[in-house]
């Protein structure tokens, strides 16, 4: 059996036992590789991304070949962490990155959350309710713009897989799109799905496992 491990981290809204994840969990055991998946409350309750990313950090152990795999807020959150820390991409125990409809900003559209404007707080509602302040919406809105170029470069690293839903309605895959045609080696797959992949979670999983035997052959 393959001695290896997986870090995962689900979508907004999601949980460790949400369906991509519990999935990709049977999938990793199958293969005889360790599945870990931390419960984020992205947005809320202080798990903001700054926050998240030094969780990440303690959380993450590189002692043994390794994969990341993020879905759609959890793939942002793992370009986060290795903008952030870019010695882990270096790491040679660290074999891929697949993300899974990978959002490379989180307010790329202000009228998908649609903002309400407050006294002293910012209302916004995208699947749950969100309030924050002036203060900590100004901080979200800086770290995410600071990090958007490199988060989409990211994407174009040698060791990143990413997999884009072609009628995804909640990301915007036009610089995906873009970032193809400059980085012809980019390593992308598109799945004829919406944002979910619910309908082609085999074809999904199908990808996860191509790409994870065809690495632990050459351990």
């Known amino acids: 059996m393959a ?5 995962y981290l689900h979508g907004l809204g999601s949980s460790c036992q949400g369906t991509k994840a519990v999935k990709t969990k049977e999938l990793i055991q199958s293969l005889g590789g360790e599945f870990h998946c931390k419960n984020f409350n992205y947005l809320m309750r ?11 950090k303690g959380w993450v152990v590189l002692d043994k070949p390794t994969f990341f795999v993020g879905s759609s807020m959890g793939a942002y959150t793992w370009l986060d962490f290795v903008v952030n820390h870019p010695e882990v991409l270096e790491n ?69 897989v990413s997999i884009i839903a072609k009628r995804d309605t909640v990301v915007d895959n036009t610089p995906i799109y873009e970032l193809k045609e400059v980085a012809k080696t980019i390593n992308l797959y598109k799945v004829d799905d919406d944002h979910t992949l619910h309908n082609r979670l085999d074809e999904l999983m199908g990808i996860l496992k191509r790409e994870i035997v065809e690495t632990i052959k050459t351990f």
Request: glycine share 4%.
């Open 3 to 7: 001695d290896f491990k997986v870090y």
């Open 46 to 56: 202080g798990d903001y991304p700054w926050n998240v990313v030094e969780t990440l």
């Open 92 to 160: 040679e125990n660290l074999k891929k990155v697949f993300l899974i409809t990978p959002p490379t900003t989180v307010f790329d559209n202000l009228e998908k959350w649609n903002p309400l404007f407050g006294k002293e707080k910012i209302f916004l509602r995208y699947g749950e309710d969100y309030c924050k302040s002036y203060e900590t919406f100004i901080r979200l809105m800086h770290w995410d713009l600071k990090y958007a170029n490199r988060r989409l470069l990211k994407l174009a690293y040698p060791k990143a």
